[in-house]
């Protein structure tokens, strides 16, 4: 039998925390002049005392202390804690000043919290400061959160090739768990210490400190949620930005796509792993080969123009790519090319262990060398070929794997496909609604679904659809497919 | 390099077969006896003379060895007879009534020799008959071909997982063609026959003859060129059609569409062979479950009667699913659910070692084993249990390759797609185009690719780009791929 209570202790120190966190956006509403957006803390303040109340109750109910957790409870914890953590985070919405449906404060919470990005809500320029910072406080738990996971818990699940990334090579399933904690909170203080500088660049910029906030929030988490209706677009014609803020954006992007493991490697004083690592590299080659492509194709739409061309492709696409999912331009306006090479890099993701999502880069290096040895062994029937990632030799476990991992993606993405479009949503915006969930981009493509417009439309049965895509694409679909498998229950 | 003169001694052979063949079009069109078809007839003369003096000539000048072929002659001789073929299959349509452009006549040839069945063509019912029977012909030998290569030649190259389908388990790579020539033979007789079957049940309904000689053929090639522009629709309303005929195609693309060794074991008393292979029942699942759906999401339509959608959603069903192409009705009409299944079934396809294309359902049923064993290694990370296909166990190797061509059909897929979408065609067409040729299905969604539409419209740059989609899903990518790997051809 599994031993429920050290997960249930973990989940409810979970939502307690998630409670305190609550007091955030209560204080932002309080602050706030206008009665309306006054009148939203009582959301924040009962919410806020029910979770820590079950929270609490929870935790006390299961004292004891922890000493090793085994595989089936990593696997519980791993996957029910977002599930957990969604149903109380989306309590605000549905008693605050907007009184969402459960379907959307659910859709709303989970796209927050897997850092997906796309919204149910439209005004945003004049929502309660207090509902605008807790969706992007749900971001920034969210990303946090699967860095952690990413680092220290899949890889010892062995999780669609994440074993490539065992800190020790001899760590096995069972004794796993040892050093998490150490991990976790040195990975949480670099991450907490980033979104500071993102905000004070972003501030000093000219963004008001509520907007930098949030925005900061955001982009650390490669989330998307923006405290405006035009996204990043609002900054880029404001007159009170006094910087590049855009390309500030770019950056961090970009650093929270790399994995954060390397980042305290290098603040060690070992900066050679995170020049050297071919993940890494690869994500930068494919961004720069990405925006070269798209802005000889776009050249023309911005009047020849080449830095304005320049700033608007290298944005959205990495914006894109990395699953953000903010715009700074209307780019399912670029004409087709352009937006079918959109639909496909938002597929590509970051680097391993990092706040980014979709299919991640080293997924496809270790396809690549599937490819690349096939192909040998075609020629030569009996040679024997290893290719290597990161000087380790890649075995037959990790090939399968990986290839596993795509099969279920693509698997996914298309059933959701069919099941969105027997709701009778077009084809485009059936295809594209199920690409960014799965891959926790945000934005899809169309009129509906595209930059230019919110989820708010769909039907709930394709908001569920699209929740419970978003789960399964950030925490790697198998941490919850497990869940579902009879023998996992079994013995 | 005698290597080299067998591979060209056989183009020489092929080609010179190409030109015998265009004797029964010749025939056709004298047979006509109509002024209108003159032209054609002076075509397919000087193409048939053309290529039997280049054929001829060829195949002298390299001159015959007994030398046994290595691995690489087969890659060559597989990948390379294809495209000749096209060529010299081409050459009538350019010179014919229609003086086709090249780029046209290219994808019309290859279409039928891939057994797409997308054409350029219109007004097919009042078309010279030689041209008609032309493209039925290249179907035929397009399938036969295919059936041979995946029974006689891919399980030796060991393409996508085919290895599991090697004759004598003891085979490897160059020791190969031992009792090729007896299967050969066999499963040729086994084609004739269900294609004089086929013909003979289509004339007794009501047909007239040349036009079930032409469905006949196009029927047991899984192609779907048809002598009519509104396909098979055009026989459903045709009052001196008796008798199930739509029924009786149905079951002549599913059996062109089972493996056709297992026919060959049949024909030879051993019967339950086909009813026991798992590949074979799986198969038929999936198209019962697909049909079901298609007619309940038809009848809750409303769109035609009862009775009608039954026989409209079997046989459009089936026509996708094992990459015909034959349409009654026009079933981009028939709501998004309709719509998106029909492209989802499109990549299924049929067995291995049948005239039809496609992912083929071993793949997936191997992807599924794939999964369960992954998934029962994540909870117990120490099990050891292999996995069987059909009594055979399925190694490592097996599962990389078949998970490899996963990956390269998916991604073929998405490239193709956003290629096309650069000659700015809109989603819709270009995502379903690029499947129905991967698929070798022929019409896509959409109003210009659709059932109703056809290809001629495209420009010259997307028909070469789906030309080339077309070849690579009938020959599984790798025979094809191989040659662009620098180690292929290093000695």
């Known amino acids: 039998m599994i031993d429920w209570r050290p997960v249930l202790l973990v989940l409810g120190f979970f939502v307690s925390l998630l409670g305190i966190a609550m007091f955030l956006p209560m204080l932002a509403d309080l602050g706030h002049d206008n009665e309306w957006h006054r009148d939203n803390w009582k959301a924040f303040a009962v919410s806020s005392a029910f979770s820590i109340f079950i929270g609490a109750g929870m935790m006390l109910a299961n004292w004891g202390r922890v000493e090793t957790l085994n595989l089936h409870q990593g696997f519980l914890i791993s996957g029910l804690s977002w599930l957990v953590l969604s149903a109380f985070a989306a309590l605000p919405f549905v008693l605050g000043a907007y009184e969402l449906s459960w379907t959307d404060a659910l859709f709303e919470a989970v796209s927050g919290i897997t850092t997906t990005g796309a919204t149910v809500v439209t005004g945003l320029d004049d929502a309660p400061y207090g509902f605008l910072l807790w969706r992007s406080i749900l971001q920034w738990f969210g990303g946090v959160g699967i860095v952690i996971m990413a680092v220290a818990i899949l890889p010892m699940l062995s999780i669609g090739g994440m074993q490539l990334f065992r800190m020790q090579s001899s760590n096995t399933g069972e004794q796993a768990f040892s050093d998490t904690s150490k991990i976790a909170l040195a990975l949480t203080t670099l991450y907490v210490f980033v979104t500071i500088i993102c905000f004070m660049t972003y501030w000093g910029m000219g963004m008001n400190a509520y907007d930098a906030v949030n925005h900061a929030m955001t982009t650390i988490a490669t989330g998307g949620f923006s405290t405006k209706d035009a996204s990043f677009g609002y900054f880029l014609n404001d007159p009170n930005i006094t910087g590049p803020v855009d390309m500030v954006a770019v950056f961090f992007m970009i650093l929270a796509s790399l994995p954060f493991g390397l980042y305290l490697l290098a603040m060690r004083g070992r900066v050679k792993p995170l020049l050297k690592d071919s993940q890494v590299r690869f994500f930068l080659g494919l961004v720069a080969i990405f925006t070269v492509i798209v802005l000889i194709n776009v050249f023309s739409h911005y009047n020849n123009h080449l830095p304005t061309a320049f700033r608007h492709t290298l944005f959205n696409v990495i914006s894109v790519m990395t699953g953000t999912g903010y715009a700074s331009a209307d780019y399912g306006l670029w004409g087709p090319f352009a937006v079918g090479l959109f639909f496909c890099i938002m597929f590509v993701g970051g680097c391993a262990g990092s706040t980014s999502c979709g299919l991640k880069v080293f997924r496809f290096q270790v396809v690549l060398a599937a490819l690349w040895t096939?192909?040998?062994?075609?020629?030569?029937?009996?040679?024997?070929?290893?290719?290597?990632?990161?000087?380790?030799?890649?075995?037959?476990?990790?090939?399968?794997?990986?290839?596993?991992?795509?099969?279920?993606?693509?698997?996914?993405?298309?059933?959701?496909?069919?099941?969105?479009?027997?709701?009778?949503?077009?084809?485009?915006?059936?295809?594209?609604?199920?690409?960014?969930?799965?891959?926790?981009?945000?934005?899809?493509?169309?009129?509906?679904?595209?930059?230019?417009?919110?989820?708010?439309?769909?039907?709930?049965?394709?908001?569920?659809?699209?929740?419970?895509?978003?789960?399964?694409?950030?925490?790697?679909?198998?941490?919850?497919?497990?869940?579902?498998?009879?023998?996992?229950?079994?013995? | 390099m005698s290597g080299l003169r067998s591979v060209l001694f056989i183009q020489g052979v092929m080609i010179g077969f190409i030109g015998l063949a265009m004797i029964f079009p010749i025939m056709a069109d004298w047979l006509a006896n109509d002024d209108y078809d003159l032209p054609d007839l002076a075509a397919f003369s000087l193409s048939a003379i053309v290529s039997m003096i280049i054929g001829a000539g060829l195949a002298f000048a390299s001159g015959a060895t007994k030398a046994p072929l290595s691995l690489r002659d087969n890659f060559l001789i597989s990948g390379l007879s294809w495209i000749t073929i096209s060529i010299f299959a081409a050459l009538p349509l350019m010179a014919g009534n229609y003086q086709l452009s090249f780029t046209d006549a290219m994808f019309e040839v290859i279409s039928g020799l891939t057994t797409t069945g997308a054409t350029v063509l219109s007004n097919l019912?009042?078309?010279?008959?030689?041209?008609?029977?032309?493209?039925?012909?290249?179907?035929?030998?397009?399938?036969?071909?295919?059936?041979?290569?995946?029974?006689?030649?891919?399980?030796?190259?060991?393409?996508?997982?085919?290895?599991?389908?090697?004759?004598?388990?003891?085979?490897?790579?160059?020791?190969?063609?031992?009792?090729?020539?007896?299967?050969?033979?066999?499963?040729?007789?086994?084609?004739?026959?269900?294609?004089?079957?086929?013909?003979?049940?289509?004339?007794?309904?009501?047909?007239?003859?040349?036009?079930?000689?032409?469905?006949?053929?196009?029927?047991?090639?899984?192609?779907?060129?048809?002598?009519?522009?509104?396909?098979?629709?055009?026989?459903?309303?045709?009052?001196?059609?008796?008798?199930?005929?739509?029924?009786?195609?149905?079951?002549?693309?599913v059996l062109s569409a089972l493996p056709f060794g297992l026919f060959l074991l049949a024909l030879r008393g051993n019967i339950s062979a086909l009813w026991r292979d798992g590949q074979v029942r799986f198969y038929l699942a999936i198209i019962f479950l697909a049909v079901l759906a298609l007619y309940l999401a038809l009848l809750f339509s409303n769109i035609y009667p009862a009775l009608d959608a039954a026989r409209l959603a079997m046989f459009n069903g089936i026509s996708v699913i094992t990459g015909t192409g034959f349409a009654v009705r026009d079933y981009s009409a028939w709501g998004p659910f309709a719509a998106g299944l029909l492209f989802s079934l499109t990549f299924i396809g049929g067995c291995a070692g049948s005239?039809?294309?496609?992912?083929?359902?071993?793949?997936?049923?191997?992807?599924?084993?794939?999964?369960?064993?992954?998934?029962?290694?994540?909870?117990?990370?120490?099990?050891?249990?292999?996995?069987?296909?059909?009594?055979?166990?399925?190694?490592?190797?097996?599962?990389?390759?078949?998970?490899?061509?996963?990956?390269?059909?998916?991604?073929?897929?998405?490239?193709?797609?956003?290629?096309?979408?650069?000659?700015?065609?809109?989603?819709?067409?270009?995502?379903?185009?690029?499947?129905?040729?991967?698929?070798?299905?022929?019409?896509?969604?959409?109003?210009?690719?659709?059932?109703?539409?056809?290809?001629?419209?495209?420009?010259?740059?997307?028909?070469?780009?789906?030309?080339?989609a077309m070849l690579l899903g009938r020959l599984e990518f790798f025979t094809l791929l191989v040659f662009l790997t620098p180690g292929f051809w290093r000695s």
């Not at chain 1, 037959?396 to 794997?401: E, K, P």
């Not at chain 1, 990986?402 to 949503?425: D, W």
């Open chain 2, 125 to 253: 019912d009042t078309a010279p008959r030689g041209l008609l029977l032309w493209r039925s012909i290249l179907h035929w030998i397009g399938g036969i071909g295919i059936i041979l290569m995946a029974i006689a030649i891919l399980p030796m190259l060991s393409v996508g997982g085919m290895q599991l389908f090697r004759l004598q388990s003891s085979d490897t790579g160059d020791k190969i063609f031992a009792g090729a020539s007896q299967i050969a033979a066999g499963i040729t007789l086994v084609y004739s026959g269900l294609t004089l079957i086929c013909f003979l049940s289509y004339w007794a309904m009501g047909m007239g003859a040349f036009d079930a000689i032409n469905h006949a053929m196009a029927t047991v090639a899984t192609g779907g060129f048809s002598t009519r522009d509104a396909s098979f629709g055009y026989f459903f309303d045709n009052p001196d059609i008796h008798g199930p005929l739509l029924e009786v195609s149905s079951l002549f693309m």
């Open chain 2, 355 to 468: 005239a039809s294309c496609g992912l083929k359902v071993f793949r997936f049923q191997i992807a599924l084993k794939a999964l369960h064993e992954f998934g029962r290694k994540l909870v117990y990370p120490h099990s050891v249990v292999t996995e069987k296909y059909n009594g055979r166990p399925i190694t490592p190797a097996i599962y990389r390759s078949v998970l490899v061509f996963f990956f390269v059909y998916f991604t073929s897929f998405a490239t193709i797609a956003v290629l096309l979408s650069l000659f700015h065609l809109d989603p819709i067409t270009a995502l379903s185009a690029a499947a129905a040729s991967l698929a070798c299905v022929g019409p896509g969604l959409g109003e210009m690719v659709g059932p109703s539409g056809n290809y001629a419209s495209l420009p010259d740059g997307a028909k070469w780009v789906l030309a080339g």
């Open chain 1, 374 to 491: 096939y192909g040998r062994r075609l020629v030569y029937p009996n040679g024997v070929f290893v290719a290597h990632y990161n000087g380790k030799p890649l075995t037959n476990d990790v090939y399968i794997s990986v290839l596993n991992f795509f099969f279920i993606y693509f698997a996914t993405f298309a059933t959701t496909a069919v099941i969105l479009s027997l709701l009778h949503l077009d084809p485009v915006t059936a295809l594209s609604a199920a690409g960014s969930a799965v891959a926790n981009v945000g934005p899809g493509l169309g009129d509906i679904v595209g930059p230019g417009g919110t989820y708010q439309p769909l039907p709930d049965a394709a908001k569920w659809v699209l929740s419970v895509a978003m789960l399964l694409g950030r925490l790697e679909f198998f941490t919850l497919i497990v869940l579902l498998t009879p023998s996992f229950w079994r013995g």
